[in-house]
């Protein structure tokens, strides 16, 4: 089922899906609690990964997140706030163009493996290194 703008949306990004597939229990326990937004831009990053390595699994996991979640399309406003992440913190444009796509449809959460998302700041917004809360005992 798809899910609808006006809830409450975990943010996830492309790392995010490689903990999935190799096992992280809190990414395994966030996606099945569903309400996830993920952006456009990861459906490309992971459809570029899949052209890499044909794999049926990876290619039926695309095929999830395009139903599973709420998939952000890149918009103007989108673009507009990217620049500023990434003027203000360093952040490469593409992570920059993922987090501002979540950011513009409420996610107060999101879920990551890469440490350039680390490097943004704002009060109320939570982001969450699961390579981090891998090492954890």
């Not at 099945?32 to 831009?41: C, N």
């Not at 979640?69 to 203000?88: D, F, K, M, Q, Y």
Request: overall charge positive.
């Amino acid at each position: 089922m798809k899910k609808e703008q006006k809830e409450i949306l975990i943010g996830i990004d492309t790392g995010f899906f490689f903990a999935l597939q190799y096992g992280n229990e809190k990414a395994i326990e966030i996606w099945k609690s569903g309400h996830l937004a993920v952006s456009v831009l990861v459906i490309y990053e992971l459809q570029k990964h899949l052209l890499k390595r044909e794999s049926r699994k990876w290619k039926e996991l695309v095929e999830e997140i395009k139903t599973a979640t709420l998939v952000v399309p890149l918009v103007e406003e989108i673009a507009e706030r990217a620049t500023h992440i990434s003027h203000g913190t360093g952040i490469p444009a593409m992570d920059a163009l993922i987090l501002a796509s979540l950011l513009h449809v409420g996610c107060k959460t999101i879920y990551t493996t890469d440490k350039h998302f680390e490097m943004y700041s704002k009060k109320g917004i939570k982001i969450v290194n699961l390579r981090k809360t891998a090492e954890k005992p």
